[in-house]
Every structure is written in C-alpha cells, then in structure tokens.
C-alpha cells in the first residue's frame, strides 16, 4: 500500500474527504518527525495497541570494508525505530481477540 492508497482508505473508514485524510497522515508524520528530532525531551512516540517510534543512538566503531579488507571507523548516528505493541502484534498474527 502506497500514501494514495492509504489516504483513501483512510477516508473511507474515517467518512473524511480524501483532502482532510491527506492532511491528518501529514499531520501525524510531521508531529513523529519533529517529537523525534527535537533537542529536547524523550524522543520517543507511544500509540498504546499499536506501537512506539523512538530514536536508536549507535555508538561509534570500528568496522572493515568488504572490498578491500581495510579497517575503517564509523561514527555514531541515530536512527528512528519502531516497535510494535502486543495488540498490533496479536492482529498482524491472527490472534483472536478473548
């Protein structure tokens, strides 16, 4: 499913206008976006059912190039992660709900 897809599907469900289901997915990336890149705070995004965004720090290291075997140092970086919560889990499993 691509951002078209989605947004229209999300209308559906929703009874909105493709235009507002399209503004509310850009809403709620850009409101992800800036809680996980801001300088201050948790940097981290919990939707209770669904899951959590948050930001990986990797550390920096040393690493090797295939190609040339050589040693070579890689900087630390943080990366967005995301982890599913126990209820998206169970769905995307087909556990029945009790």
């Given amino acids: 499913m691509n951002k078209a897809e989605l947004v229209?599907?999300?209308?559906?469900?929703?009874?909105?206008?493709?235009?507002?289901?399209?503004?509310?997915?850009?809403?709620?990336?850009?409101?992800?976006?800036?809680?996980?890149?801001?300088?201050?705070?948790?940097?981290?995004?919990?939707?209770v059912g669904f899951g959590t965004f948050e930001v990986a720090e990797r550390k920096a290291r040393s690493g090797r190039n295939p190609s040339t075997g050589e040693t070579i140092k890689i900087k630390a970086s943080k990366s967005p992660k995301f982890k599913a919560g126990k209820a998206f889990?169970?769905?995307?499993?087909?556990?029945?709900?009790?």
């Fill in 89 to 98: 889990k169970d769905a995307v499993n087909g556990a029945k709900k009790k």
């Fill in 8 to 47: 229209e599907a999300m209308a559906k469900k929703s009874g909105l206008s493709k235009k507002d289901a399209e503004a509310g997915l850009n809403a709620f990336v850009d409101v992800v976006k800036a809680e996980l890149t801001n300088k201050k705070g948790e940097k981290k995004v919990s939707l």
